[in-house]
């Protein structure tokens, strides 16, 4: 009985690994190879479960490109849990507000286990823009200005733990080692926001402020991206500053709901 559980949990996990994958990509899809590469799962065992969860309309292969993207029962269900989850429309006008007073790109980011996931964006108007994070991307906590606004912003004791079981540095280079994020911890925490100096894709600056929920925890975060010219000092401690009150406002605002 213990064995199959075990198994069972496995089968979801890895169902849960797929869909957060298809929901990363654009609205094109993803190939079935490109979905197993990116779980770590082998190829016949990813088209197993897609084949699975289309069965139950979680997943939905397009007929003449065989790429896969959410299904409709998904779409369902996230209707049903937008009234406790979604904050969207509470922070439409703050996000709307960022990306037309600065010109830059501007996010809201969810926090979702050990990760980070677009779920608002707006450009703004300057031409040159950073296109690391769109709406569906997925990042790990300490990685991009958002994931690491939430990850400083946690208890002590969670920090530690999730550093002890998470090495980043296979998939996002040594500048993401324990010490590293340790120390751009540190200097959040001084600062109050949090700063990617283009650690994932070189010239692509991102700026990320933390969002709390009614207990205090940092359950959201909102973040700038753009080119590094337009994140030199002076105006990176003035985006900085923008970026921490409105992510104060928002909060105010979600606790009074």
């Known amino acids: ?92 006008d703050i996000v709307d507000q960022l990306a037309r007073l600065t010109g830059e790109s501007a996010f809201l980011s969810a926090h979702r286990g050990d990760e980070t996931v677009c779920i608002l964006c707006r450009e703004g108007s300057f031409p040159l823009r950073s296109h690391v994070l769109h709406e569906g991307k997925r990042f ?56 990617n100096p283009g650690l994932i894709v070189e010239g692509s600056w991102g700026i990320g402020a933390a969002v709390f929920d009614r207990g205090e925890r940092p359950a959201w975060a909102l973040s700038l991206t753009g080119v590094e010219t337009r994140f030199r000092e002076p105006r990176r401690t003035e985006l900085g500053t923008l970026l921490l009150e409105h992510a104060h406002r928002l909060s105010v605002r979600l606790k009074s709901l």
Not at 2 to 28: G, P
Request: charged share 25%.
């Open 140 to 195: 790990p906590l300490g990685v991009a200005s958002a994931g690491l606004a939430i990850l400083s912003h946690l208890p002590a004791r969670e920090v530690d733990d999730y550093l002890r079981h998470t090495d980043l540095t296979p998939e996002w280079g040594e500048v993401h080692s324990e010490v590293q994020v340790r120390q751009r911890i540190a200097t959040t925490l001084a600062d109050g926001y949090a700063v």
């Open 1 to 92: 009985m213990a064995r199959s559980t075990q198994e069972s949990s496995h089968v979801v996990e890895r169902a849960a690994r797929l869909l957060r994958a298809i929901s990363a990509y654009r609205s094109d899809g993803a190939s079935t190879t490109e979905l197993a590469n990116t779980t770590g799962l082998a190829r016949p065992t990813a088209h197993r479960l897609l084949v699975s969860l289309a069965e139950q309309g979680l997943a939905d292969r397009d007929p003449k490109t065989g790429r896969w993207s959410l299904g409709p029962e998904l779409y369902l269900l996230g209707a049903v849990a937008t009234n406790r989850y979604d904050i969207t429309d509470q922070a439409r």
